[in-house]
């Protein structure tokens, strides 16, 4: 692979490479884009490969993908590297290819920071992936910490260039790993370390929030609303947000005579998460609305395509993406009047999930039983998520200690 200021000039004269179009700086997009393939198909889970796609800056979406598809001859690579990274992604890509765009970083999700993910900073600037080096990924986590992303998002956007950039290294498509960097000497594991950063939702806060989002809005239609509060409820239930996405019809079922969601976590492992009552209800209420027959649900649903069909959909019929659902979940905040005006620009579906463990640690729940709802790998992991927030001020000695001393 040749370096980035060398890109163009290792192309036959009179031959341009449509591939240079569409991934800038790259030397040899298509060898790239087929490691990366290879690299997501490792995974068994094609949730994981999505999510690890898309913070890397890439597309996952198949409109977005077949953005990136070039017709004629002269780009067989790429495009054969193309439909083996769509199809990592259990992604198809019919019908046929539209036209070529425009050159420009690889297409990928709105978002706040979608400019700083590390494949589309290093095409704005052309930066050849391939000859990356540990200044250049020290540069891109000083351009997170400036647009003010979190230690944590750093340090989860590092995590996956690393890993990505230690199979591109085994296969001869990168030198070395950049990002083999240091997390201590970083400053990214300070978070670990102390009272999580997490907002620590009341429940007085939650139901707000509910109210908020089951409240009539201008401009929403009463399937927005019905969408809005079902998104808030289930995310009472402890789920990530990339579960949450996921789900498709043919996970809401019944088992024990309750209804519960198949939920499809890390690593490929599945749980039952049984609905509650609020949950059940708002769920309910949104198929109705969005005309889905409560009764139908538990028959695998398919798109005409043959895909599985979302549980949550958008106003066009698609699959939500993570960045949406916490654009509404901001949007239901803002509107949440006193209760949440203080968290409102903070909030994400993270605090919710932290709220769920909390809360029924909280209330005296099993931590065997909490951490199988919420999918924890470890025990540890859930008793972690407990002892690092921070705790209901009833639990604290702060009012008999000033007691002591200054009696009212």
Excluded at 304 to 318: I, K, N, Q, V, Y
Aim: hydrophobic share 40%; proline share 6%; aromatic share 6%.
């Amino acid at each position: 692979m040749s370096g980035p200021g060398s890109a163009l000039a290792t192309v036959e004269p009179g031959a341009v490479s449509a591939e240079l179009d569409q991934w800038p700086g790259a030397g040899d997009p298509a060898a790239l884009l087929a490691g990366i393939a290879d690299w997501l198909s490792g995974y068994g889970n094609p949730l994981t490969r999505r999510t690890y796609g898309e913070g890397l800056g890439l597309p996952v979406t198949a409109d977005t993908i077949r953005a990136w598809q070039r017709p004629g001859d002269t780009t067989a690579a790429w495009n054969d590297a193309l439909a083996a990274y769509a199809a990592a992604l259990r992604v198809s890509l019919t019908p046929a290819p539209q036209p070529a765009r425009r050159a420009g970083p690889p297409p990928a999700a709105p978002g706040r920071l979608r400019h700083l993910h590390w494949f589309r900073w290093c095409a704005a600037r052309l930066l050849d992936p391939g000859h990356a080096t540990t200044g250049d990924v020290k540069n891109w986590l000083d351009a997170l910490t400036d647009a003010g992303a979190a230690p944590a998002t750093r340090d989860r956007m590092l995590a996956t260039v690393k890993t990505l950039y230690s199979h591109l290294a085994d296969c001869g498509l990168a030198a070395a790993n950049p990002a083999a960097l240091s997390r201590r000497r970083l400053g990214l594991t300070a978070a670990t370390q102390s009272t999580s950063a997490t907002v620590t939702l009341t429940a007085r806060q939650v139901a707000a929030l509910h109210a908020a989002a089951a409240a009539p809005r201008r401009g929403a239609s009463p399937v927005d609303t019905a969408r809005a509060a079902a998104v808030v409820t289930l995310f009472t239930l402890g789920l990530r947000v990339s579960e949450l996405c996921a789900l498709d019809e043919r996970d809401l079922h019944v088992t024990r005579g309750r209804r519960a969601l198949r939920v499809h976590g890390k690593g490929g492992k599945s749980r039952v998460v049984y609905l509650s009552r609020p949950a059940e209800d708002a769920l309910a209420t949104y198929q109705t609305r969005a005309g889905t027959p409560s009764a139908t649900v538990a028959r695998r649903g398919t798109t005409a395509s043959g895909e599985d069909r979302p549980l949550l959909r958008t106003r066009t019929g698609r699959r939500f993406q993570r960045q949406a659902i916490w654009q509404l979940l901001r949007r239901v905040a803002a509107g949440s009047g006193a209760d949440l005006a203080t968290v409102a620009d903070s909030l994400h579906p993270h605090a919710l999930r932290h709220f769920y463990v909390t809360t029924a640690v909280e209330a005296g729940a099993n931590l065997d039983h909490v951490q199988a709802d919420v999918g924890h790998s470890s025990i540890d992991t859930t008793r972690g998520v407990y002892d690092h927030a921070a705790r209901d001020p009833a639990r604290s000695a702060v009012d008999l200690v000033a007691e002591t001393w200054h009696p009212e």
